[in-house]
């Protein structure tokens, strides 16, 4: 699962966004991560994909820029090394995204990360 230095690229197309959408969701009182698997036959099948988003509930044009910015540089720090392989991840940015401590947003980051990712058989290895 996890593993260094996957390429890393970005989100452009809105229909990209929307399939992301469909598929896994976790939220964090910093952000909302959605995941969702590629097919292997999409183009870059091995490169980790990532797209943010950030409404006008957050507030003005400054909070939702300063909300992009910070969920950008940790998507940019902890993607590559803890996002899987052949997924495509879009950040929601929430109220408390801006004033949200560094530390706390990227723990609410890798949290979301390792919840997209729990293996099924993890939770029964207890028996």
């Known amino acids: 699962m996890v593993s260094t230095g996957h390429a890393l690229s970005s989100l452009r197309v809105r229909r990209l966004f929307l ?23 999409e183009p870059s099948a091995t490169a980790v994909r990532y797209g943010l ?12 820029n300063r909300a992009r910015r910070r969920m950008r ?17 879009v950040m929601i940015g929430r109220v408390h995204t801006g004033p949200r401590p560094w530390d706390k947003l990227k723990g609410d980051l890798r949290s979301a990360l390792k919840a997209l990712h729990k293996q099924p058989q993890e939770e029964n290895s207890h028996e």
């Open 73 to 89: 540089a940790a998507a940019e720090e902890i993607l590559p090394l803890e996002g899987c392989a052949g997924f495509d991840y």
């Open 19 to 41: 399939a992301a959408a469909k598929a896994e969701k976790e939220v964090r009182r910093g952000l909302i991560v959605q995941a969702r698997a590629r097919d292997a036959d």
């Open 53 to 64: 988003t950030a409404s006008k509930k957050i507030g003005n044009a400054v909070a939702r």
